[in-house]
């Protein structure tokens, strides 16, 4: 499903001595399959803008038009609205609560008013995506890893069945194994569902690994977007909003700076490899 946000503005507390403009005129299109990254500071209006997708906030003007639909304009649509975006928020495991894994993964399809054989063959689809083995299914939810929890309650947001996916900060809290299990899942769920996958997080590494487009918000406006490559390599820019390119990046820049014939659009840990390898052969 393709996604056009079209002049969005948003405000909180509107009125009151609290008011805050937490969106100012946000444009930007992402093409059905495509896998987008979201990143700027805390406070920059990114968790703003991803719960307008499935109109859990509705904009003050402007409009979201998902897969050609305006998605604000019919009430009676919402719920079909929102079984089409996934949204994951930060620390999603804290939202589980039955007895066992597989329960909690039919919780909302079965209370979508599915019969049961599309129930079942949507939790175990689920589960195989994210990678919980079957020997698990049975198990209470609280007797898995960090990790293993949180890609349960992503099966949860799968088995409804969504074409667009929002995550964000799906990596917060877990350790380096639990970062990679989750992060190897999502590129997979990414490649094997063709969902349209918008990821927002901190991690430059992480959106590097895994976005095919890069938009950067500040102060509730969109003010860069690009390729990863077009992105990362405008390190003053990003560090003049209070972000950070990428670790492989600064290695790149700092190579450069001595001398070494080293390419400019590095920002993954496998191009830097190859890149000080051809230096040092």
């Known amino acids: 499903m393709s996604i056009q946000i079209v002049n969005v503005d948003y405000t909180y507390s509107r009125g009151t001595a609290f008011e805050k403009k937490a969106l100012n005129n946000v444009s930007l299109t992402i093409e059905k399959g495509e896998f987008v990254g979201l990143i700027g500071h805390t406070g920059s209006g990114k968790s703003t803008l991803i719960q307008h997708l499935n109109v859990l906030m509705r904009p003050d003007s402007g409009s979201i038009i998902i897969d050609g639909e305006d998605i604000g304009a019919d009430k009676s649509r919402l719920k079909a609205i929102r079984s089409k975006v996934g949204l994951v928020f930060q620390y999603p495991e804290h939202q589980l609560f039955e007895m066992t894994v597989y329960k909690d993964v039919a919780f909302g399809p079965a209370n979508a008013g599915l019969d049961a054989d599309e129930v079942n063959k949507r939790v175990l689809d689920a589960l195989a ?17 960090g990790g293993q929890k949180r890609r349960v309650a992503i099966a949860g947001i799968l088995a409804m069945g969504p074409e667009i996916l929002v995550l964000d900060e799906p990596t917060a809290g877990l350790d380096p194994r639990g970062r990679d ?101």
Do not use: C, W
């Open 129 to 145: 995506i994210v990678g919980i083995p079957e020997e698990l299914h049975q198990k209470s939810p609280f007797e898995l890893s």
């Open 181 to 281: 299990e989750i992060l190897n899942q999502i590129k997979i769920m990414h490649e094997k569902l063709k969902l349209t996958v918008i990821l927002v997080s901190h991690s430059m590494e992480d959106i590097a690994r895994l976005a095919d487009r890069i938009f950067v918000i500040n102060h509730g406006e969109i003010v860069m977007s690009g390729t990863p490559a077009e992105i990362f390599v405008q390190t003053d820019a990003l560090e003049s909003l209070g972000l950070s390119s990428t670790q492989s990046t600064y290695v790149a820049r700092r190579l450069r700076a001595a001398g070494f014939d080293v390419p400019e659009d590095i920002y993954t840990v496998d191009a830097a490899v190859s890149a000080i390898l051809k230096v040092l052969m």
